[in-house]
């Protein structure tokens, strides 16, 4: 297999295109959006339509197109805010199953505004707010969600001190009868909030899931400019996980979600003593960071222009900088990763991901140890939708090892 498609991509003649929802907000909600909102599917997940619909309608009227504006995020505050007092007012009258349905419904609107990255403290505010509704919507759950402050035991000094995890057990759970654990890598724009049902599958299969999410985005501690700062996460996050002594620690799975797809390949080889698998879910490691895919990457599936988050993410001061220097920094090849052994590794995508190229799953089989893979014909970025129907028979073979 080359090294380098330079233009010979599986996503054929869509590579060169700018896809139409980028033309406008109203061309996003109209050609986009608006269809999985109804069917309240990623990553309107938690959320219902007669909320989003006002929002989008006020966006569209006023021109506001840049997601990445103030703006964008204020327009969803006021649903946020009448939303959320009929959440408070349901709770204060016990009427607590209601309750939690408005908190979820709040959490998803804070959600799309935070969208694509936090870049302002106007969605920092956001960010804040979807976490705070998020966990009154969980507060009731039999299996409880809660949030831990882990010490960062192996940060740098230009590292923050705690990493913030949402770890959900079995409530079973206890150091007499410690369970096998999924360790969830968050993506670009999906956090710590935005994994309901994942969660739900874990513990309905008697699993714990610990989620982190990585480096440059949301509350992640780690230097994004650092390409060894996840090693070091990890590091601290394992630590943790033995201490507690409530996880199978002979029984743990990464699984990494698009931009965390990236780090579900590097643990996998640099803690595969630590991880029974992973699941490297739209995961891109090398051609991904060229400047030939980069250049064009604004122009397809990601709902917005995907390079500026992609440059804070990644801790460069512009996207030329992205371009220029995230290959040869960044590459799970190029610095020598992929050549080490590593656990079982599970490489999922769609053949036409326009975010993260199909051809980065590929050429990790010419590396390293032997992988196992499911790419699904003609399909978006992770394989969606049908995707978790590999995942999760793969994940059970693998915790009853």
């Known amino acids: ?13 869509a590579f060169t295109k700018r896809a139409k929802h980028h033309e406008s907000i109203k061309a996003l909600w109209e050609t986009k959006w608006r269809y999985p909102c109804s069917s309240r599917v990623y990553p309107f997940h938690d959320g219902k339509l007669e909320d989003f619909e006002p929002v989008f309608k006020y966006l569209i009227e006023n021109n506001i197109n840049d997601a990445y504006s103030d703006a964008y995020t204020l327009a969803f505050f006021p649903t946020c805010d009448a939303l959320l007092q009929k959440a408070e007012s349901e709770a204060a009258s016990k009427n607590h199953a209601e309750a939690t349905l408005l908190y979820f419904r709040v959490a998803a609107l804070y959600r799309i505004s935070r969208f694509p990255i936090m870049n302002s403290p106007v969605k920092y505010q956001a960010w804040e707010a979807q976490k705070a509704a998020y966990m009154k919507a969980t507060a009731n759950w039999v299996d409880p969600l809660t949030e831990e402050l882990i010490p960062h035991t192996f940060r740098t000094d230009q590292e923050g001190e705690t990493i913030p995890a949402y770890v959900r057990l079995p409530v079973t759970a206890s150091r007499q009868k410690p369970v096998p654990t999924m360790l969830l890598i968050t993506g670009l724009d999906g956090y710590r909030p935005d994994n309901t049902q994942r969660s ?3 513990v309905s299969r008697g699993w714990g899931v610990v989620i982190v999410e990585i ?7 780690a230097d994004p400019k650092d390409p060894k700062s996840p090693d070091r996460l990890w590091d601290s996050v ?3 996980m033995g201490e507690k002594g409530v996880f199978d620690m002979k029984s743990v799975v990464a ?4 931009c965390g797809g ?12 630590h991880l029974k698998g992973s699941v490297a879910q739209g995961a891109g490691v090398h051609h991904f960071f060229s400047e030939v895919w980069l250049r064009k990457a604004d122009d397809h599936e990601y709902p917005f222009d995907l390079n500026p988050a ?6 460069y001061d512009s996207t030329e900088d992205l371009f220029k220097g995230a290959q040869e920094k960044f590459s799970l090849v190029s610095t020598g990763i992929v050549q080490k052994p590593s656990c079982r590794l599970l490489l999922i995508n769609g053949t036409h991901d326009g975010l993260m190229p199909i051809e980065d799953s590929m050429l990790l089989m010419n590396y390293g140890s032997p992988k196992e893979a499911r790419f699904f014909p003609n ?12 995942i999760y028979p793969w994940l059970e073979g693998v915790m009853a090892q």
């Open 255 to 258: 699984w990494g979600l698009s």
């Open 1 to 13: 297999m080359k090294l380098a498609p330079e233009g010979d991509w599986m996503l054929g003649e």
């Open 310 to 315: 992609l440059a804070q993410k990644f801790g």
């Open 215 to 221: 480096p440059g985005t949301a509350d992640s501690p």
């Open 379 to 390: 399909l978006l970025h992770m394989g969606y939708p049908v995707s978790n129907e590999s």
């Open 238 to 240: 394992f630590k943790w």
């Open 200 to 202: 739900h599958q874990f």
């Open 262 to 273: 990236y780090y579900a390949v590097r643990i996998a080889h640099t803690h595969q003593k």
